[in-house]
């Protein structure tokens, strides 16, 4: 258990200690945001605040799991998803600076790219023998889903990823709510771990997941820092990517994927006010929102991003409350 609060502990102190010279290098660089011209007329002042800030996280959330990590392959797992989902991210902000756009990587390349990363998490999850099978909570059924299992793995990586994307449009709310997201996986790694009545005893898997997402929180804590309102640096899609596969590949690897639905229920809002913003549009000619994602429309009705942030991470602590509640009475199938 002391190598997992050493992760966190570790990871966050590099992060706040390295941040402003980080940030002088992004600026240096000019690495700056480009703002979206139909976003909001608040955003303007963003303009070239320093992006790809995800690159701190990332970094820093290696350098100190790798300090305390025994490897075990489902820790490994989660942070190759976490820093190949975070390259896809650099790569399409890359193309946004080098082209001074806000339009990056295609879509259809993401989604293959992300395709690549479900088939290496595939051959891993077969590795560890995981179940091909779905536990639902409360109902307690056992849904087996055979090849369909694989599609799915799809679906909450790709799900996620895009997510938490979204979200970030105010400042410290992807950080913050992915924190809060976080520190929910890891302390089901931890409850996991100790239901298994193994603790002080041989090191396994489940305390290296804990692990790997203590040095994740840590990170993203130390990046907060310097990402709260009025943000000094912007995670931008390297950072936000890195964050929806972390929780995607948790979920996967605490075998707790239906429970993302609530844990990662703030992602799952915001995406979901863009497909209802989109399909009512396009059919009906109307909006239902003032703009999409939903954050955007709590900033058009004259809310300060202080006060869209804090109510967004209140929402993401109680649904993380209900889903880790959910956890600790259902899936008892943990214990080995």
Known sequence: MIRVLAAGVIAMIISIVIGPKFIDFLRRN??????????????????GT?????????????????????????????????????????????????HRRSLGLRGRWKLILLALITIGVGFAADHQHLPTSVFIPIVHWNLELSYGWYVLLFLVIAGTVNGVNLT?????????????????????????????????????????????????????????????????????????????????????????????????????????????????FKYFQRRVFLMAPIHHHFEMKAWSEAKIMVRFWIVTAILCAVGFALFYRDFTFFRR
């Open 30 to 47: 000019e690495f700056g945001q480009h703002i979206r011209e139909e976003g909001p007329e608040a955003h303007r002042v963003k303009q």
């Open 50 to 98: 320093p992006t790809m800030g995800g690159l701190l996280i990332l970094v820093v959330a290696t350098v100190a799991f790798l300090a305390v990590s025994k490897y075990k392959v489902p820790a490994l797992t989660v942070l190759f998803v976490t820093l190949a989902c975070g390259a896809i991210g650099f790569l399409d902000d890359f193309i946004k600076l080098r």
């Open 168 to 280: 970030d449009g105010v400042d410290g709310l992807a950080a913050g709510t992915g924190i809060i997201a976080l520190i929910t996986f890891t302390a089901i790694s931890v409850v996991t771990y100790i239901r298994s009545g193994n603790p002080g005893g041989r090191f396994d898997s489940r305390l290296d997941l804990a692990i790997v997402g203590a040095a994740l929180i840590g990170a993203a804590i130390g990046f907060l820092w310097y990402n709260a309102s009025p943000a000094e640096v912007i995670m931008g899609d390297t950072g936000s990517f890195a964050i929806g596969g972390a929780l995607a590949a948790m979920a996967i690897f605490t075998k707790t994927i239906p429970l993302l639905v609530l844990i990662g229920g703030i992602f799952l809002i915001e995406a979901l006010s863009v497909i209802i913003q989109v399909v009512s």
